[in-house]
């Protein structure tokens, strides 16, 4: 009986001490691993200087995680300008512009159409007829290796409330937030002053009017506010001048 209980505890001891070791070792996990960091203790003036040396560091490499857009007016920019266009085999990419995109898209940049469609408010035609002429665009793309991001749509008349109509630079700021874009360093392409206007309404690095479309009609009414655009020849113009300011950087 004696030996009996000696066994016992001698078991009892043993598994304390296994339990007694284990716990110092959750106790130092704590203390070393779990630990709150007490920045009470850190003096103001080594905070402040932390803070100075680490956060631009900080906001830079947040900064890249972000993406650069082109962002690109439809009638007359990428396709030949024709009047309440909607159907979809009158759709024609104008020469060079596809392969504009595709170098565009192979720099990094994400491509979008923000395009108003007024003849939806006027009754010319309807969103169904604009979905078509859209996937008619986006397949002719897709055919020559280009890829869009998504495509904005304003289907009211000018004189109708909108949201998002140019320009508005509502579908800029939605793009921003919806694919976490740098609009500081994005481009708007078009051929009107209201496709300009979007751009710097929204912050983009530079808009830019392409000769195409009404492009040319828009620069010999030599609006003052051009003095702030690039004019270029058409998108594949465009692109060249977006391409050759990344390539300076």
Known sequence: MA????????????NGTVEGGRARLRRAETRFLGRKPRLDRVSPSL?????????????????????????????????QEKEYLHRPEEVAILPGA??????????GFRLFIVSNQSGVGRGRFTLEDVAKVNARLT????????????IYIAPEAPEQPSRGRKP?????????????LRLEESYLVGDKMIDLECGWNAGVKKSILVR?????EVEKAGDPR????????????????????????
Do not use: H
Not at 98 to 107: D, I, K, M, S, V
Not at 139 to 150: N, T
Not at 168 to 180: K, V
Not at 212 to 216: D, E, L, N, V
């Open 226 to 249: 051009l003095a702030a655009a690039v004019v270029a020849d058409d998108l594949a113009a465009a692109a060249a001048w977006i391409l050759a300011r990344k390539q300076q950087f």
């Open 98 to 107: 596809a392969a504009a995109l595709r170098r565009l898209r192979e720099a």
């Open 168 to 180: 508005s630079p509502r579908f800029l700021l939605d793009a921003r937030d919806e694919f976490g």
């Open 47 to 79: 905070r402040n200087c932390a803070i100075c040396i680490f956060a631009p560091a900080l906001l830079y490499l947040l900064s890249l995680k972000l993406a650069r857009a082109i962002f690109l007016d439809r009638d007359g920019t990428l396709i």
């Open 139 to 150: 397949a002719d793309l897709a055919r020559e290796g280009v890829g869009l991001d998504k």
């Open 212 to 216: 195409t479309g009404y492009g040319r």
């Open 3 to 14: 030996k009996a209980k000696g066994k016992m505890k001698n078991a009892q001891i043993g």
